[in-house]
């Protein structure tokens, strides 16, 4: 079975600071990659995706992630955060059928950026 | 802009009492997804549905609880009777046949007391 590690379950940081979230999965099969992000109270919304093809990703708010097959990784980087990006951020796995909705997701994030 | 529909948005209800949950894809997508969400914890799959059919519930605790997709459009999570560890966030999302990725609803937050 497939398993989703985030290895930091809070990050504070600085607005305007660069910020790293982590992650790390189990498979031995080829994988689809997601990040999600919740808001309190609300559902999950995509924020980026690897399917195949260049390892970094990149979402329309300025998040990148990287896939690095070898260390499977799939680490979410953003050069400078701000107040907005304060949620939970949830790095899921597919095992690369096509329902890309099953997914197995990690335990979650909670980025907290300080003014 | 097309959205998964979930009511109620809350809900309270007492234990051994039966409460159900209403999802409504985005229109035109076959596959169905509920997960629940246990406060600080990740989603969980409960059951995938390929328009009226359930592909997989192999998670779904099957003595409380039910899921349907009759007319392979909207579909219904009960749960009966209700636990106090069944409080959780239940969220439903969607699929297209084509698409690559699932959207996601609002979600109903259970609180059994």
């Known amino acids: 079975a497939q398993s989703v590690t985030q290895l930091d379950s809070q990050v504070p940081v600085f607005e305007e600071a660069p910020v790293e979230l982590r992650c790390n999965y189990s498979?031995?099969?080829?994988?689809?990659l997601f990040w999600y992000v919740q808001y309190p109270n609300q559902g999950l919304q995509l924020l980026l995706k690897?399917?195949?093809?260049?390892?970094l990703v990149e979402s329309i708010n300025g998040f990148e992630a990287e896939f690095n097959k070898s260390q499977t990784s799939f680490h979410l980087r953003k050069p400078s955060v701000h107040i907005s990006d304060t949620a939970e951020y949830f790095c899921?796995?597919?095992?690369?059928?096509?329902?890309?909705?099953?997914?197995?997701f990690g335990q979650g994030t909670i980025l907290t950026v300080h003014p | 802009e097309a959205e998964v529909a979930q009511s109620p948005r809350y809900k309270i209800t007492e234990k051994s009492q039966a409460v159900a949950f209403w999802c409504d894809p985005i229109?035109?997508?076959?596959?169905l997804y509920w997960y629940r969400q246990i406060l600080g914890q990740g989603p969980e799959l409960l059951v995938q549905?390929?328009?009226?059919?359930?592909?997989?519930d192999s998670q779904l605790p099957k003595d409380r609880f039910s899921a349907e997709r009759l007319k392979g459009v909207d579909s219904t999570l009960k749960i009966q009777p209700a636990e106090l560890g069944d409080s959780a966030m239940y969220l439903c999302?969607?699929?297209?046949?084509?698409?690559?990725?699932?959207?996601f609803g609002q979600g109903t937050r259970l609180t059994v007391v």
């Open positions: 999302a969607s699929s297209a046949a084509t698409g690559t990725e699932a959207f």
């Open positions: 498979s031995s099969v080829s994988v689809y």
């Open positions: 690897y399917l195949s093809g260049s390892t």
């Open positions: 899921a796995v597919n095992d690369g059928g096509t329902s890309y909705g099953k997914l197995t």
């Open positions: 229109s035109g997508h076959a596959t």
């Open positions: 549905f390929q328009d009226e059919s359930v592909v997989d």
